[in-house]
């Protein structure tokens, strides 16, 4: 028989793999077109969505040092008051009354001291006629002594008064909003009930719960929140990260700040994302892909092989993902060329055509 009626052919290693799996030379034989991207490195970035909340730390549920009927409250809820403004005012009447008769004492105590001084001064000038005795003079001297004693009293005593009528009126700690309202004008104030509620709105926090296994990690972290009704991430500012006491919750608070609050309230939700760099490695587009039911992933590579392309599966390991791509921690390498569309229906060893060679 002539030797140019015999065919003669080598199979390549991916081409007798695949006829041993049962794979059809018609199958290899055809032409798949894909589109590919050779695999760069970059720097490989984790994320952790965290749910949040806005929270007012300066938040102060005011009561009255002193008891007494409510005479006046000048503010409503919802109101903004400046610091040292004026929110409510007890009834200070019988107040006023004590220390208009403790300043009568302390004029009393005056005009006293003011006579126990001119005798004083009449006995010394007795003194140097030799016209008094010197126990006379040293008992006039103590009755100055004693005087002074009493005006200092009585001084004492009508300033404490003219502070109790002070601490009548209930005055703003600092700057914010009056978001509650615990009474009512004629109802009776007693010591340390809280008559309302004052929040500073101008610095709002965002507080997280936050995986413990993460709590060494916030040293290179960077937070980018989203408010409600907004639709873009904006950076935050991690300020504190607190260790709950109850170990079984596994999380810490993590809180945080943005630089414009304008639009937040105390309570509103926020959702948080944490965003750790790590090592530069592999990255490819998530639509490359594949996942089995059995949880392992795999990716298609175009291979060149004596001037044709051919499909090649390997199986990977892969990391976080972002923006539509996904970090691989083990099974690639840079440089090598991914099928990234047109992966659905490959075989190993099949011939590709590269729509974007």
């Known amino acids: 028989m002539p030797s140019s009626h015999i065919l003669r052919f080598v199979l390549s290693p991916c081409l007798a793999a695949c006829l041993t799996a049962g794979v059809s030379l018609e199958v290899l034989a055809q032409q798949t077109r894909v589109t590919t991207a050779v695999i760069e490195e970059a720097m490989i970035v984790e994320f952790l969505d965290v749910s949040g909340s806005v929270t007012a730390p300066r938040t102060a549920r005011l009561s009255s040092e002193v008891e007494g009927r409510i005479a006046a409250f000048p503010v409503a809820i919802g109101e903004r008051v400046a610091a040292d ?31 126990a001084r001119r005798r004083l001064n009449e006995a010394r000038r007795l003194r140097e006629s030799r016209s008094i005795a010197d126990s006379e003079l040293n008992q006039r001297a103590n009755a ?36 509650a309202r615990h ?33 060494p990690r916030l040293e290179t972290a960077a937070l980018e929140v989203q408010v409600p009704g907004g639709s873009q991430w904006q950076d935050a500012e991690i300020i504190a990260r607190v260790p709950q006491e109850d170990e079984a919750a596994r999380q810490f608070l993590m809180r945080a700040e943005l630089e414009t609050s304008g639009t937040l309230l105390p309570g509103m939700a926020v959702q948080g994302r944490l965003r750790v760099p790590g090592a530069e490695g592999p990255v490819v587009p998530r639509d490359a892909l594949l996942r089995r039911p059995d949880g392992q992933v795999s990716v298609w590579l175009a291979q060149e092989e004596d001037g044709e392309w051919r499909a090649q599966q390997r199986r990977v390991e892969i990391g976080a993902s972002h923006d539509g791509q996904t970090a691989v921690l083990e ?22 055509a590269l729509s974007d060679s």
């Open 183 to 215: 009474v009512e004008i004629g109802e009776w104030a007693s010591p340390g009930a809280a008559l309302m509620t004052l929040v500073d709105l101008n610095r709002l926090m965002l507080d997280f719960a936050v995986p413990l296994a993460w709590y």
């Open 331 to 352: 099974g690639l390498t840079a440089g090598e060329r991914i099928v990234v569309e047109g992966n659905e229906r490959l075989e190993d060893g099949q011939r590709l």
């Open 144 to 179: 100055v002594a004693v005087a002074e004693a009493v005006l200092r009293r009585q001084t004492a005593t009508r300033e404490r008064w003219e502070s109790r009528i002070d601490r009548h009126r209930l005055t703003a700690p600092f700057a914010g909003m009056i978001t």
């Open 85 to 115: 403004q004026t929110l409510l005012t007890l009834d200070a009447e019988e107040a006023r009354f004590e220390a208009r008769g403790a300043a009568a004492d302390v004029d009393e105590a005056s005009a006293e001291l003011d006579d």
